[in-house]
């Protein structure tokens, strides 16, 4: 189907912030990711279903059960899928330690890279202070934050025309508000000094859809991002390398258009897949 973009082989990718069950899902894109890439290893670092939105209202296209069809097929063909539950799926937490299709359910976890290096992986929403203090997410609320969502399909027709790549105008707007900066470092450090208490090299998270590789103290920090906005993926190469992939980056517009014109229909897969 598209044999000039060839399947990417890592020991392990890393996804979440999903919210499936959610418009802002991007589905198809997700879709495209899972049939280009192949791992020995998958670990789902919460909020795959968006379990609040699935209260207010059904959105539940075909697109988001191939999502989980996909996944679970995987894990049917020996990939090894660790489920690590996040906020906005938290009623799967009361099923930690439980394996279903191949599937294991924890709380958190800890991945030994190639290299030997150990990673602590966890959703992250226990060191989000946003209940505490008005931060950037409950300042923006739900509803604030997919009107910024639509305007940023809208932003991005217009970049298209003027001949600029995507940008993500919420990725953009929580950089520059200064508390959301501040609630980014404090959530980045946060999360390290968990990592550093558990005695390991580093922590893999997601959460705050912001992707991120860096160094905090010693601790190395790493953010698998989201597949709201930013579309992106943590990657462990077969030496231990991480990396974050920005699959919108990757495909190229007409790709992408081609896929979100397919969400908008919600066409059916050929009966052949
Ligand atoms: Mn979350």
Redesign the pocket.
């Known amino acids: 189907m598209s044999a000039e973009f060839p399947v990417r082989r890592y020991r392990a990718v890393f996804i979440s912030?999903i919210h499936l069950g959610t418009r802002g899902c991007q589905a198809e894109l997700l879709l495209d990711f899972i049939r280009h890439v192949e791992c020995e290893r998958l670990y789902l670092v919460?909020?795959i279903i968006d379990g609040w939105k699935l209260k207010g209202g059904w959105f539940w296209p075909q697109t988001h059960n191939d999502v989980l069809q996909k996944i679970l097929r995987l894990a049917r063909k020996g990939v090894e899928v660790i489920y690590v539950p996040?906020?906005?799926d938290e009623v799967a937490r009361d099923y930690c330690g439980v394996h279903f299709g191949g599937v294991v359910v924890a709380r958190d976890a800890v991945h030994e890279a190639a290299d030997g290096k150990r990673y602590l992986v966890l959703?992250?929403?226990e060191f989000d202070g946003v209940t505490r203090n008005a931060r950037w997410l409950a300042f923006l609320g739900d509803w604030a934050y997919r009107t910024v969502l639509a305007l940023n399909t809208v932003f991005n027709h217009a970049r298209r025309r003027l001949g600029f790549g995507y940008w993500s105008l919420s990725a953009y707007l929580k950089v520059k508000v200064k508390n959301a900066l501040q609630f980014i470092e404090d959530f980045e450090a946060a999360v390290a000094d968990e990592a550093r208490r558990r005695g390991v090299d580093g922590v893999i998270c997601?959460?705050i859809h912001k992707a991120e590789i860096r160094d905090i103290q010693g601790i190395v920090y790493l953010n698998d991002g989201d597949w709201v906005e930013s579309c992106t993926a943590l990657v462990e190469h077969f030496d231990g390398a991480l990396e974050i992939l920005e699959w919108a980056k990757l495909r190229s517009w007409s790709v992408i258009d081609r896929l979100r014109a397919r969400e908008a229909t919600d066409t059916p897969e050929p009966a052949a897949a």
């Open positions: 912030d919460g909020d996040g906020n906005h959703h992250g929403d997601g959460h």
